[in-house]
């Protein structure tokens, strides 16, 4: 059995018990009530109920509760069903009334909540952005300016519109100033290195791609975020606006697939490509992550000094709660350096180098 299906191994409870406290840990206080009331919502006689009671797969990395909890929201986005905004505000605070509200709208909504369980949330956030920028920084002034970026799980594509966004990291900025989206996160530590970033191009896919321009397709996209994270309403806000001016560049496709095919395509000489995704790897199955390790290794092995290679990853360490900024380049980097940590939606970066 696999690593990760071995860590995976655990019951529903302690599943739902997991996300609750992963939300705490965020600053989600209002969602985690929520998450812990699907708990309950699986001890009742609907079929949402049995599904998540009988959950056929890998709970966390599924991030099952978090699919329902999108549900729930969309019920309060469209107007449906408003009574959740109590506990989103925070004024029901009390676990035993947020079970019973829950398992009264599941019996309610039934039917209409029960598709939500089929794929995994959509948690496309231009927040993170600001860690994968910090990123290319830091290697801008190892590898040169130049960067062609290719993104695996970019569900409507918003990182992908990252050269069209302004950044604010530490104090040292980058970007267009006339950009409607502006990411500036709590920055602690040093600042990360000034450098020119120049980047010649960016593609990304995704199994089941958000068309940012269906107002449909939006909103499900705002019913993954945080009713708390008010801010990430606004950047979503933004990433559409930026999306009617020029559509961002995603193809419907397997991760491990687009990733062999863009590593066979020639590279840009003077450019380094790069493979970037934030909070993607643990939706991926073990096979495709070693088909993705196993091609970057072997070109990597490959690569000459006027076409470098780059990994750029930030992802979930499901041990410490933390969300860790990973670099590795070839030729030249031998293992991944730990660059620092963020909030899972950017609100904070905190700097190591």
Request: aromatic content about 6%.
């Amino acid at each position: 059995m696999a690593n990760s299906a071995v860590m995976d191994m655990v019951s529903v409870a302690d599943g739902i018990e997991w996300q609750a406290r992963h939300a705490e840990e965020a600053g989600a206080t209002c969602t985690a009530r929520v998450i812990r009331a699907v708990a309950a919502l699986g001890k009742t006689d609907t079929a949402t109920g049995r599904r998540i009671a009988n959950w056929q797969g890998l709970l966390l990395a599924d991030a099952m509760p978090l699919r329902i909890t999108g549900a729930l929201h969309n019920l309060v986005l469209t107007g449906e069903d408003d009574r959740l905004t109590k506990v989103y505000s925070g004024v029901m605070t009390d676990q035993a009334a947020i079970d019973a509200l829950v398992c009264e709208l599941g019996e309610k909504y039934d039917t209409r909540l029960l598709p939500w369980l089929d794929g995994p949330p959509q948690t496309n956030e231009a927040g993170r952005s600001a860690s994968l920028m910090a990123g290319l920084l830091w290697l801008a002034n190892r590898l040169g300016p130049k960067f062609r970026l290719f993104e695996i799980g970019s569900s409507a594509g918003i990182n992908t519109m990252m050269e069209r966004y302004r950044f604010d990291l530490g104090g040292v900025t980058t970007g267009p100033e006339s950009s409607p989206m502006l990411i500036r996160p709590d920055w602690r530590g040093p600042p990360p290195p000034e450098a020119e970033v120049e980047i010649t191009g960016i593609e990304g896919c995704d199994q089941s791609p958000i068309d940012l321009s269906d107002p449909e397709a939006a909103l499900r996209l705002k019913s993954y975020v945080w009713p708390e994270a008010l801010g990430r309403m606004q950047r979503i806000e933004a990433a559409i606006e930026l999306a009617s001016q020029k559509a961002p560049k995603v193809v419907k496709e397997d991760a491990a697939d687009f990733v062999e095919r863009v590593l066979a395509q020639p590279a840009e000489p003077g450019a380094t490509r790069v493979l970037f995704h934030s909070i993607v790897w643990q939706y991926l199955p073990d096979e495709g992550q070693q088909r993705i390790r196993d091609a970057m290794h072997r070109t990597g092995a490959e690569t000459t000094e006027d076409a470098p290679l780059a990994w750029v990853q930030l992802e979930t360490n499901r041990k410490t709660f933390r969300h860790e900024l990973k670099v590795r380049y070839w030729p030249g980097g031998e293992e991944s350096a730990l660059l620092g940590c963020a909030h899972p939606h950017g609100e904070w970066v905190e700097w190591n180098s």
